[in-house]
């Protein structure tokens, strides 16, 4: 006996729409990919939906729409006017310019995003961190708020939710603040100096939750229990 409700298609994309936009967060993870396989019937859709979100939040709603569209229709993507500059809002308090991160996290290249995140953070820390190439824990303290925010904003914004500064500090408060849990539960593998195998990382979004971005553990935790501990993002917890 038929149900009377319509197969997760082309057909009822507007419900499943509405479910994205405002139905839990189990319900916003089931529909993603019944949403991705109504890729054809979303192209029309697209632009009135994502006025449904914030251009200066981080739902992964809005993020997921434009990665559907990136991966099965770019041109429709590229005639939605705000998406060639990004479509997030990505303020910045020393003038930095977020474009090239969102566009790499629009289209999933993750090692890009990543590397674009580890020079921010060295923008953000001082032109001695710059020349020498990292940063130390003990700069930390002088980023932005603002600048960090908008980071954590963009990976969880294009990434379901699953990655971020904020996603990795939720998970290690989960632990009880053990980092030596936390390392295989996102899946890094750190040997005794605390650096990461060559080739370990897996940069997709079928890697474990909290996986990215890289935070340089070669000198222990302190970078990366600093930046957590920041109040640009301490207080997205």
Same mark, same amino acid.
């Given at each position: 006996m038929l149900s009377g409700r319509p197969p997760s298609t082309q057909l009822d994309v507007d419900q499943l729409l509405d479910r994205l936009a405002t139905g839990s967060a189990r319900q916003k993870r089931s529909t993603a990919a019944a949403l991705e396989k109504a890729a054809d019937a979303l192209k029309s859709k697209a632009p009135q939906a994502l006025k449904e979100y914030s251009r200066d939040g981080d739902d992964w709603g809005a993020g997921w729409i434009l990665q559907i569209l990136q991966r099965h229709h770019p041109e429709t993507l590229a005639a939605i006017p705000e998406v060639s500059s990004g479509w997030f809002n990505t303020p910045s308090a020393c003038g930095l310019n977020f474009g090239a991160l969102q566009q790499a996290l629009l289209r999933e290249d993750f090692e890009e995003a990543d590397r674009l995140t580890s020079c921010v953070l060295r923008e953000l820390a001082?032109?001695?961190?710059?020349?020498?190439?990292?940063?130390?824990? &003990?700069?930390?303290?002088?980023?932005?708020?603002?600048?960090? /925010? /908008?980071l954590d904003r963009l990976w969880i914004a294009?990434?379901?939710?699953?990655?971020?500064? /904020?996603?990795? &500090?939720?998970?290690?408060?989960?632990?009880?603040?053990?980092?030596?849990?936390?390392?295989?539960?996102?899946?890094?593998?750190?040997?005794?100096?605390? /650096?990461?195998?060559?080739?370990?990382?897996?940069?997709?979004?079928?890697?474990?939750?909290?996986?990215?971005?890289?935070?340089?553990?070669?000198?222990?935790?302190?970078?990366m229990d600093a930046l957590l501990q920041h109040p640009g993002l301490a207080y997205r917890h």
């Open positions: 001082g032109d001695q961190a710059v020349q020498r190439g990292y940063v130390y824990f &003990s700069e930390v303290p002088r980023m932005q708020a603002l600048d960090l /925010t /908008t294009y990434s379901q939710g699953r990655f971020g500064f /904020t996603v990795q &500090s939720r998970l290690l408060n989960a632990l009880d603040g053990r980092y030596d849990r936390l390392w295989p539960r996102i899946g890094w593998k750190i040997d005794g100096n605390w /650096t990461r195998y060559p080739g370990a990382f897996q940069w997709s979004m079928e890697a474990p939750e909290g996986h990215m971005p890289l935070v340089n553990q070669l000198r222990g935790v302190r970078l």
